[in-house]
């Protein structure tokens, strides 16, 4: 494949006309929709151009069609949208999207009475709208390539998180992104907003209602740390395996700031997610947590950048993927150290462990240091499942497939210990167990 694949003719599906027909069925300020019309501009010469081949060459686009799809009304119940994390607590706050529209926001009301919003970003663009222009675009730039000004032409909400200087969040807060009709577009926009000395914890899921309806997600992350604030931001990718996803996600972290994000990548036909994290400030820090597992023909795709712009800055990133049967994972990271950010220390790793002969796994690391104080490193490993460990495990008495759970999830387990929320490390284990067929 090469990366000028999905060119104009294959996206005439979301041509002038579409554009403009979608646009004129929003209700939305005119700041907005001035955005929407430079973003198509740039998304219409953007989709004439090859995609970058360092990020897109190992990625199949050829069987993707985006006329299949569209932007549709919901029409499922939000009551019965399959979830990996929605019940197994009490949230400060919730937001439900399915089919690109907002089904449902909470919030608790002593949260709100202190300045804290939370919910759907079509609402929120019209009651603070100076809010949002004033960070809208901050992490992820509309022309950086064809999908970013593809999401920004079209976006259909999404949701927002504002939490005020100070301000801390004991409780975790959840959104959900569904997806429910045979050939729905969705492309949700995640805008986090976190003041000086804000503290808040955000866990994100996707999911698709029927197993075997097709969809579409085009989606963006933008995560804001303000200085000495602390954000925990979880994702579950859980789409079915007959929808595409394609997302661009970035944090940036101010002074003395920290953000820790882990992804976990299950679902999707195909994902690819560009991943950027901008330490912008003197001691800003952040974590990056990720776990994939791929079967059948999927690929999942990560593009990480761990980006240091000043001084004392610290980036940590482990990815950890599983792969079996004919599926494949693409990783390509990358430190970047500018020439004023001495005294940095950036790791990032990325381990894989294949079930099967006929997966594989593509794990490119790279630095690029102009600063000469630092301390930067970067690995990654694969390798098979020893098979004198099922022997030995079956020996006891464990069926073949508990004991490759049991060898899976002491491999995870390194990044399981890095996530202090407890029900994410539940949520991730029991994903592991439908992987392996031994959960419900």
């Given at each position: 494949m090469t990366p000028a694949a999905t060119t104009n003719e294959t996206m005439a599906g979301f041509d002038a006309s579409a554009f403009e027909a979608f646009l004129q069925s929003r209700e939305e300020p005119s700041w907005w929709k001035t955005r929407r019309r430079k973003a198509f501009t740039v998304f219409e010469e953007l989709r004439q151009k090859p995609l970058d081949p360092e990020e897109w060459k190992r990625i199949e686009l050829r069987p993707f069609q985006p006329e299949r799809f569209r932007v549709m009304p919901a029409t499922g119940h939000a009551d019965q949208l399959p979830t990996l994390m929605q019940n197994r607590a009490a949230f400060a706050g919730t937001v439900t999207h399915l089919d690109g529209q907002c089904r449902g926001t909470a919030l608790q009301e002593e949260l709100a009475e202190r300045g804290v919003l939370f919910g759907d970003l079509a609402e929120l663009a019209g009651k603070h709208g100076e809010l949002l222009q004033r960070h809208w675009a901050r992490a992820v730039r509309s022309d950086r390539d064809r999908f970013a000004a593809w999401h920004a032409a079209f976006c259909t909400g999404g949701t927002v998180l504002y939490v005020p200087e100070g301000v801390t969040i004991e409780e975790p807060l959840h959104s959900l992104i569904a997806l429910s009709q045979d050939g729905a577009a969705d492309f949700s926009h995640t805008l986090v907003i976190l003041e000086r000395g804000a503290s808040a914890t955000l866990l994100e899921e996707t999911a698709s209602v029927d197993p075997e309806r097709s969809g579409l997600h085009v989606?963006?992350?933008?995560?804001?740390?303000?200085?000495?604030?602390?954000?925990?931001?979880?994702?579950?990718?859980?789409?079915?395996?007959?929808?595409?996803?394609?997302?661009?996600?970035?944090?940036?972290?101010?002074?003395?700031?920290?953000?820790?994000?882990?992804?976990?990548?299950?679902?999707?036909?195909?994902?690819?997610?560009?991943?950027?994290?901008?330490?912008?400030?003197?001691?800003?820090?952040?974590?990056?947590?990720?776990?994939?597992?791929?079967?059948?023909?999927?690929?999942?795709?990560?593009?990480?950048?761990?980006?240091?712009?000043?001084?004392?800055?610290?980036?940590?990133?482990?990815?950890?993927?599983?792969?079996?049967?004919?599926?494949?994972?693409?990783?390509?990271?990358?430190?970047?150290?500018?020439?004023?950010?001495?005294?940095?220390?950036?790791?990032?790793?990325?381990?894989?462990?294949?079930?099967?002969?006929?997966?594989?796994?593509?794990?490119?690391?790279?630095?690029?240091?102009?600063?000469?104080?630092?301390?930067?490193?970067?690995?990654?490993?694969?390798?098979?499942?020893?098979?004198?460990?099922?022997?030995?495990?079956?020996?006891?008495?464990?069926?073949?497939?508990?004991?490759?759970?049991?060898?899976?999830?002491?491999?995870?387990?390194?990044?399981?210990?890095?996530?202090?929320?407890?029900?994410?490390?539940?949520?991730?284990?029991?994903?592991?167990?439908?992987?392996?067929?031994?959960?419900?």
């Open positions: 989606g963006a992350v933008e995560l804001l740390v303000g200085e000495h604030a602390t954000l925990r931001y979880v994702q579950l990718q859980n789409w079915n395996q007959r929808t595409w996803h394609f997302a661009q996600q970035a944090g940036r972290v101010a002074a003395g700031g920290r953000l820790q994000w882990t992804v976990g990548g299950l679902g999707s036909k195909l994902a690819h997610i560009h991943q950027d994290v901008d330490l912008d400030g003197p001691g800003a820090e952040a974590q990056v947590n990720g776990v994939s597992f791929a079967t059948d023909r999927q690929t999942l795709s990560f593009y990480t950048q761990q980006t240091h712009r000043a001084r004392r800055t610290r980036s940590d990133l482990l990815y950890k993927d599983v792969l079996r049967d004919r599926s494949r994972v693409v990783w390509r990271g990358m430190i970047k150290v500018f020439p004023e950010a001495q005294q940095t220390d950036g790791y990032q790793r990325n381990d894989a462990l294949l079930l099967s002969d006929s997966c594989r796994v593509d794990a490119i690391p790279g630095l690029e240091i102009e600063a000469d104080d630092v301390r930067c490193t970067h690995g990654t490993t694969a390798g098979r499942v020893d098979e004198e460990q099922i022997l030995y495990c079956m020996c006891r008495g464990l069926t073949e497939r508990e004991a490759m759970h049991m060898i899976v999830g002491g491999f995870l387990q390194t990044v399981s210990d890095r996530i202090p929320v407890e029900m994410v490390r539940e949520t991730l284990n029991q994903a592991v167990q439908q992987k392996l067929g031994l959960g419900g």
